[in-house]
């Protein structure tokens, strides 16, 4: 059976010729006539579903009920901040992905817990807000590494403001989220840094923040809040890349599914030619092999540290996270130098110059 194709291109283009002597109105009309109704309409309904999904998470989301607890740990208490990371880690275990009804149907999505740090008129307090009905997985997490912990459940010590609209004649207010300076895969200043080398003594970075705290008076509150979201054990094509590079190595992003139906003649021939040279240039894989390897010899210090931490924090299970300040005083008494000023000084600490660090977000 033979099949001819008979392609006019003269009678192709006087057809879109006509479009330089029209205006753009008339052009979209003609194209949408001509078939641009099919992506259009595929386009529509695709914003509409992701419309209606975000109202059925909104819904989801709304049936959430949530308890706030006070933890008071000893003064005496002996434990590392290696036992913080233990209860992230436990908190790991409340990541739940649902399937493909709950996901795109129900709208579930996942339940986030809230570390916060108040100092109510220099009255300090250390805040867990998590899912009524994960109060027993974050208690458990606490107990564990912290016996003799004390846990209470306490009321919203931000729900007297809810009603205040700035600006205010009584309350003045400065927030922001905290944002990252590079990718995430670049790591902060982690606890174990802040260990001096030789004494083997721990310099807690939390005390010169506790410091500043503890001075705000009366009319004054500073709200520190971390909300933290349990992520699925993968921390993504962003940071492969980056350990990649660092380590001197090309990075090829993975290939999507209309990408492999696309380029299948393609690899196949592409394969055929890489068997051949494989066949006729054996000497020189070994050769190539070698230079791979003298790459990542010839790393800086520098990077080399950094490519280390990178590894370091990619081991451990991905959070996401909201990094937040609220600083509110009564008119007469606020102070943006003590209040504001003072405390980012202090997260400045876990910065690290050729890493990453936090800095106050868009506002």
């Known amino acids: 059976m033979n099949i001819e194709?008979?392609?006019?291109?003269?009678?192709?283009?006087?057809?879109?010729?006509?479009?330089?002597?029209?205006?753009?109105?008339?052009?979209?009309?003609?194209?949408?006539?001509?078939?641009?109704?099919?992506?259009?309409?595929?386009?529509?309904?695709a914003v509409m579903y992701r419309v209606w999904l975000d109202a059925r998470q909104g819904q989801y989301a709304g049936k959430w009920q949530h308890v706030i607890l006070a933890v008071d740990i000893p003064k005496n208490n002996e434990q590392t901040p290696k036992a913080v990371e233990n209860i992230f880690a436990a908190l790991a275990g409340a990541q739940s992905s649902g399937n493909l009804i709950e996901r795109y149907w129900t709208g579930k999505n996942q339940e986030s817990f809230s570390f916060e740090v108040v100092s109510l008129e220099g009255y300090i307090q250390f805040l867990i807000r998590t899912p009524s009905h994960l109060r027993d997985l974050a208690e458990a997490a606490i107990y564990a590494q912290y016996p003799d912990a004390e846990i209470t459940e306490v009321e919203d010590y931000a729900q007297d403001y809810a009603h205040l609209r700035f600006p205010n004649e009584k309350y003045n207010l400065w927030g922001t989220e905290f944002v990252l300076v590079k990718d995430y895969p670049y790591p902060i200043r982690t606890y174990p840094e802040f260990e001096h080398t030789l004494t083997q003594s721990f310099l807690d970075p939390m005390a010169g923040l506790l410091e500043i705290l503890s001075r705000l008076g009366s009319g004054e509150q500073a709200w520190l809040q971390l909300v933290v979201t349990p992520m699925p054990p993968e921390w993504g094509e962003k940071a492969k890349k980056i350990v990649k590079e660092l380590s001197g190595q090309v990075y090829t992003a993975p290939s999507t599914l209309g990408d492999k139906i696309l380029n299948a003649p393609v690899e196949a021939v592409a394969q055929g030619v890489n068997f051949l040279t494989s066949i006729m240039t054996a000497g020189g894989e070994a050769e190539k092999k070698k230079e791979d390897i003298m790459r990542i010899f010839n790393i800086s210090p520098g990077d080399r540290l950094i490519l280390e931490n990178i590894q370091k924090k990619i081991a451990k299970h991905p959070f996401r996270v909201k990094f937040r300040l609220v600083y509110l005083a009564e008119q007469g008494v606020f102070n943006k130098g003590r209040g504001v000023a003072a405390i980012i000084g202090s997260i400045k600490q876990f910065s690290v110059s050729n890493a990453n660090s936090f800095k106050p977000g868009p506002r």
């Not at 002597?21 to 099919?38: H, R, Y």
Request: charged fraction near 10%.
């Open 5 to 45: 194709f008979n392609l006019d291109l003269t009678s192709w283009w006087e057809r879109f010729s006509v479009f330089g002597s029209q205006d753009p109105v008339t052009i979209a009309i003609q194209l949408f006539l001509g078939g641009g109704w099919v992506i259009f309409l595929i386009l529509l309904t």
